[in-house]
């Protein structure tokens, strides 16, 4: 005992040694501990804020759509089927997954496990992508089917129309080419505007200039079949004159939020000649559409659309295209499409400040209305360089010169349209082959900046127009 107290106030307790022995004592406590600590903050971290999500198609669109999701803090991993060589600088890319293969995107997705699948072109909205993918739980951006059809029927967009009183043109639907050869001829109004009703590539629209011409384009989708079963029916339409305007819109089935507006340059030559493209160009925001007409087109055309759909039980949720016609007596609808524009999303994404994954997450949670949606105030342009001879015949596997191995110019940001990458090689595999885009504070040095981007890159035949932006620069 005296032993033991002499040599106790010979080393007298300390705090810190007590502490030390404690700890080691329990280490294997501690270590518990900390493991169940990780175990817990990794997973509401995953739950959080890692995402995963698969975008499903390859073109610029695409490629618009993933660079604004790879800048959200949100999103750990992109997948994209079937992606392109630019794509996969950002996403890991399954070139084999075709968008129309709808078995096998969804056993794609099933391997993958993404906590959401962006479905960004129209044919697989149309044929019922959104719906498989949400009858195996997947949450999806995008419309279902019975949405998507906006799209995929001119006959339905137009009779729900006409029903709900949203402007448009005056129109009249047949099957048989007599009844509408004989509308054609009493209308006597010429040009008229002649559409196959389903999808057909962007080349089901003919304006026919005199009766001949109507006849002739009734006869080849009616009788010859030019766009099969999209042709079976055909919509005839008034045509009608103004400045043409895309306006993209989010929505959730009950609150619809529009984005900057654009303008598209559809014909493939300068002075809009030359037969019509996807897209050749794009600049945003569009300055021929107005504070005035903004808030018209919201009364008249935006909120009354979301509304028709919603009461015959089509709520379309995802993006919603209106093409719209500046006319005299006002903005007229052109058509819906039930996506983002190729290449309008190449110009209004980059513009979008908030979060693309947040406005994702809050369609699928039907909670828009709730999202205050920023928007930058510079001005994007997009050039689309083509393969000569798009969008007719042309050839592909032309190595493209001029980008960096991520497919990027220091000059500008480059959408990829149509690539592929091949031993470490961007080639072209596509009629639309790259979107050049540059946002900058103004319109003027947003085109100087893509066109001087464009001409640092070349491949063999490449075509471009040189007047994107010209007349919403000379408004
Ligand atoms: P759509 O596929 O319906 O967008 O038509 C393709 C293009 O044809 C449009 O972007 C317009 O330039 C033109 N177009 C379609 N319908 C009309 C119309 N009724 N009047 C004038 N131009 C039209
Ligand atoms: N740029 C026209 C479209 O996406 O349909």
Redo the contacts with the bound molecule.
């Keep these: 005992m005296e032993i033991a107290l002499r040599a106790r106030s010979k080393n007298p307790p300390q705090r810190g040694g007590f502490c030390c022995k404690l700890l080691i004592k329990n280490c294997h406590l501690l270590f518990l501990c900390w493991c169940v600590i990780m175990y817990i903050y990794n997973n509401q971290r995953k739950v959080l804020i890692s995402m995963n999500i698969l975008i499903i198609g390859g073109g610029g669109r695409e490629h618009a759509i993933a660079a604004a999701l790879a800048k959200s803090p949100k999103v750990e991993k992109l997948y994209c089927a079937p992606g392109n060589g630019g794509i996969s600088a950002l996403a890991e890319c399954f070139p084999d997954v075709k968008a129309t293969d709808l078995d096998g995107v969804v056993a794609l997705a099933e391997r993958l496990k993404p906590d959401y699948v962006f479905v960004a072109p129209d044919d697989p909205l149309v044929m019922g992508l959104v719906d498989m993918l949400n009858e195996r739980g997947f949450k999806t951006f995008g419309p279902k089917a019975n949405a998507a059809i906006l799209e995929g029927s001119?006959a339905f967009s137009k009779a729900l129309m006409k029903k709900y009183g949203i402007p448009t043109?005056a129109y009249e639907t047949f099957t048989d080419e007599a009844k509408a050869v004989d509308y054609i001829t009493k209308q006597n109004s010429f040009p008229t505007?002649i559409?196959a009703d389903g999808l057909a590539l962007?080349k089901?629209?003919i304006?026919a200039q005199n009766l001949d011409e109507a006849k002739a384009a009734v006869h080849s989708m009616l009788v010859d079949g030019k766009f099969g079963k999209s042709g079976s029916e055909i919509v005839v339409?008034?045509?009608?004159?103004g400045t043409?305007v895309t306006v993209l819109a989010f929505t959730d089935g009950k609150t619809v939020k529009p984005m900057i507006s654009s303008m598209d340059h559809?014909r493939a030559y300068d002075n809009d000649e030359g037969l019509?493209t996807g897209g050749m160009g794009t600049i945003a925001p569009n300055p021929l559409y107005t504070d005035a007409i903004a808030a018209e087109c919201m009364e008249r055309i935006f909120k009354p659309t979301i509304a028709a759909m919603s009461s015959k039980g089509r709520p379309f949720k995802g993006c919603l295209y209106f093409?719209l016609?500046l006319t005299k007596s006002g903005a007229k609808v052109?058509?819906y499409n039930s996506r983002f524009g190729d290449p309008e999303a190449q110009v209004v994404l980059p513009l979008l400040e908030t979060d693309l994954a947040d406005i994702m997450e809050a369609i699928w949670e039907e909670r828009l209305e709730a999202l205050d949606i920023k928007w930058s105030d510079k001005a994007c342009a997009c050039v689309v360089m083509a393969s000569g001879g798009y969008p007719e015949k042309y050839e592909t596997g032309k190595e493209i010169s001029g980008l960096d191995d991520k497919g990027q110019s220091p000059l500008a940001y480059v959408f990829h349209a149509g690539t592929k990458l091949v031993d470490g090689k961007y080639l072209t595999a596509g009629g639309r082959v790259l979107g050049v885009t540059s946002a900058a504070k103004d319109l003027g040095s947003a085109l100087a900046a893509a066109y001087k981007a464009v001409e640092s890159i070349s491949f063999e035949k490449a075509h471009y127009r040189k007047d994107i932006g010209q007349k919403a620069l000379k408004k």
């Design positions: 001119k043109a505007v559409k962007g089901g629209v304006i339409e008034e045509f009608m004159d043409e559809k019509n093409g016609m052109v058509e």
